[in-house]
């Protein structure tokens, strides 16, 4: 399991209030099977499509997580957006408007280096420097 799918069924059981016994009794296996699933152990395809259908995402994008680059990155984005409607909403909205030419690049950049400054991958510096954007940290 990847480390995705394990933030994923923890946020879902903390966002829901469930215990394990709760989320696992919802999933469909035990306890113990749950436990082993977030703490990293190898799960069946059946466990799989168990949790797919209770996290609400594709079984294959649940299995094809792991792969590296930018398809398997367009999977987790993918899989994320699928949980946080929020999230999607905005980032839809964002591409809806930079489609019909009512925001530029340059507000998705800006999107961009507020996430970052935010994960602090980027200083503010590194963003005034970058895209001339004001930060208030």
Do not use: C
């Not at 799918?5 to 469930?18: A, F, G, T, V």
């Not at 899989?79 to 489609?99: C, D, H, I, S, Y």
């Amino acid at each position: 399991m990847t480390d995705l799918m394990q933030s994923l069924i923890k946020d879902k059981m903390q966002r829901n209030d469930l215990s394990m016994r709760s989320a696992a009794a919802q999933i469909g296996v035990s306890h113990t099977t749950l436990i082993r699933i977030i703490n990293g152990e190898p799960y069946d395809v059946q466990t799989a499509e168990k949790i797919a259908n209770w996290l609400n995402v594709p079984v294959s994008t649940l299995l094809d997580l792991h792969e590296p680059g930018e398809d398997g990155l367009a999977k987790q984005i993918s899989l994320v957006l699928r949980q946080e409607p929020a999230l999607a909403k905005v980032f839809g909205e964002a591409m809806t408007r930079l489609a019909a030419g009512r925001i530029s690049m340059e507000t998705v950049r800006a999107l961009a280096a507020y996430a970052a400054f935010q994960l602090g991958t980027s200083t503010k510096e590194e963003l005034t420097d970058n895209g001339g954007l004001e930060t208030t940290n």
